[in-house]
C-alpha cells in the first residue's frame, strides 16, 4: 500500500515540472543586442536655436528730423553770442549762417537755445550793404577811432553810428574816420547774418599801429561817463605807448557831476535837440502845444548799476530846469529807482496827462528800442503805459541821426584834437 502512494506522489511531481517546461517554452524570449557598446555614446545633436527677431528700430518722424537740424543751429549760434573773439570766430560765424540756410522755413520756425532764436538771422532790420565797418587800412599818421557799443539793427546802424561818423568824418577831412565796436556779441552777430566785419577794440588798435599811426584822437559814442566807457579806456591805456599823442573826447553827455543837481551845456544841448525832435515827428507845434493837448513825452534810457546813473536824475533837472514840465527820462534797468518804468508811469498819471510819446534815449534805436520799449510784451513800456489807461505813439529813432547831436559829437572831437596841439 504504502509502495503504490510513493508511486502516485511521484507521477504527479512529473506531471507538474513537465507542465512548468511547456509553459516556460510558450513564453517568447525578448532579444538581447548582439552587441553592447562599450564607447561613449554620441551626444545628442542640440536642438535647433531658438531666435527671436529684433523689431527693426524706429525712423525717426519728420518733426523729429526737424526739431534736431533747428538744435543745432540753435546751439550753433549760442557758440557765436558771446563777448570774447577767438582764432575760430570767423569759421564759427560762417558754418552758423551756411547751417541756417540749409533749414526749410518750418526748421527755422523751432530754432530756440538760450540766447537763439528765428529772429537771429531771420529778422529784417534793413539793408547791411549802406553802412561802412571803416576797417579799411592806408590811415595815414592822424587817426579819429570812433568807439559804438554796436547794434545788430542794420537800419539804426546807418542813421545813427555812421551818420555820427560821417559828421565826424566831413569835419575833419585830415583825419582817417574808423570804427571799434565794444560789444563782440553784436559784432558777430552782424557778422554772421550780414557778411559784414566791424573791427573790436583790439583789432582796431592793431590796425592803428600798424598802419603807423602817431596821432590817436578817440570819440566815443557813449552817453555817459559809465562802465562801458571805463573798459574802453582801460583798452585804450595798453597801447598808449604805442603812439606819438593819445586824446580821448568827451562822451555825449559830458561830465558826471556829484548830484543830481549838476547840469552842464552838454546836457542842455541834447535835451532841447532830443526834445525838439520828438515835438516835431509827433506833429506838435511846440511843446506846449502838446502839453495842451495832455500829451508828455518819455525818454527810456539803458539804465545802469555804475555811479554815473546819477546822470539820468541830471537829465530831468536839466529839463525842469528848461521848463520842460511834460518831459519825463526812465530807464530800462529802473536805475536810478526814479527812473522805473512804474515810477515814471505813476509821475506822468500825477500829472494829469493822458497821451504818451515814447522814445529812446540811446544813441541807437536798436534791441531795447524795438522790444524793451515798443514791443508787444506784457513787460514793454508801450504796454505797460497802456495797461495804465494811456494812448502811446513809439517814436523808434536813436540820438545819433539827430543833427544837433552830431555837431555836439563834433565839437567834443574838436576838443580833443586841439589837446593834441595844446
Request: proline share 3%; aromatic share 6%.
Amino acid at each position: 500500500m504504502k509502495k503504490t502512494l510513493a508511486l502516485l506522489l511521484a507521477a504527479v511531481m512529473l506531471l507538474s515540472v513537465l507542465s512548468a517546461c511547456k509553459s516556460s517554452a510558450d513564453t517568447p524570449v525578448e532579444t538581447q543586442p548582439a552587441e553592447t557598446e562599450t564607447t561613449e555614446a554620441t551626444p545628442e545633436a542640440p536642438a535647433a536655436e531658438e531666435t527671436t527677431e529684433e523689431p527693426a528700430a524706429e525712423e525717426p518722424s519728420q518733426e523729429e528730423l526737424d526739431q534736431a537740424a533747428a538744435d543745432e543751429v540753435a546751439a550753433m549760434i549760442d557758440a557765436i553770442y558771446v563777448q570774447t573773439r577767438t582764432d575760430e570766430t570767423d569759421a564759427q560765424c560762417e558754418a552758423a549762417k551756411a547751417a541756417w540756410d540749409a533749414l526749410t522755413d518750418a526748421q527755422k520756425a523751432l530754432v530756440e537755445g538760450d540766447e537763439a532764436s528765428p529772429d537771429y538771422f531771420g529778422l529784417d532790420t534793413g539793408d547791411a550793404s549802406k553802412d561802412d565797418p571803416r576797417n579799411q587800412d592806408d590811415i595815414g599818421e592822424n587817426e579819429l577811432l570812433v568807439v559804438s557799443f554796436g547794434t545788430s539793427y542794420n537800419d539804426s546802424r546807418v542813421a545813427d553810428i555812421k551818420g555820427i561818423e560821417d559828421a565826424l568824418q566831413e569835419a575833419n577831412p585830415d583825419w582817417s574816420v574808423r570804427r571799434a565796436f565794444t560789444a563782440q556779441i553784436i559784432i558777430n552777430h552782424i557778422q554772421a547774418r550780414d557778411g559784414e566785419k566791424i573791427d573790436n577794440m583790439d583789432q582796431a588798435l592793431e590796425r592803428a599801429v600798424a598802419n603807423g599811426v602817431k596821432n590817436l584822437v578817440v570819440q566815443p559814442t557813449h552817453l555817459m561817463h559809465g562802465a562801458e566807457y571805463d573798459e574802453m579806456c582801460e583798452a585804450i591805456e595798453a597801447y598808449r605807448d604805442k603812439f606819438e599823442s593819445v586824446s580821448i573826447a568827451e562822451p555825449l553827455l559830458g561830465e558826471v557831476g556829484s548830484d543830481a543837481t549838476v547840469i552842464n551845456a552838454d546836457k542842455e544841448a541834447v535835451a532841447k535837440a532830443i526834445t525838439a525832435a520828438a515835438v516835431a515827428d509827433a506833429g506838435f507845434e511846440s511843446l506846449d502845444a502838446a502839453k495842451d493837448a495832455g500829451t508828455a513825452f518819455v525818454f527810456m534810457g539803458h539804465g545802469t548799476a555804475h555811479v554815473a546813473k546819477v546822470t539820468y536824475s541830471q537829465m530831468q533837472v536839466q529839463m525842469q530846469t528848461l521848463g520842460y514840465e511834460n518831459v519825463f527820462i526812465g530807464t530800462v534797468e529802473g536805475e536810478p529807482e526814479e527812473t522805473s518804468a512804474e515810477a515814471v508811469i505813476e509821475a506822468v498819471k500825477a500829472a494829469g496827462y493822458t497821451n504818451v510819446v515814447l522814445r529812446p534815449l540811446m544813441v541807437v534805436a536798436g534791441d531795447h528800442a524795438n522790444n524793451d520799449m515798443a514791443g508787444s510784451e506784457d513787460d514793454s513800456w508801450k504796454t505797460m503805459f497802456e495797461a495804465a489807461g494811456f494812448s502811446v505813439d513809439c517814436q523808434i529813432a536813436g540820438l545819433g541821426e539827430i543833427a544837433d547831436v552830431q555837431a555836439l559829437y563834433v565839437a567834443h572831437t574838436k576838443a580833443a584834437i586841439d589837446a593834441l596841439n595844446a
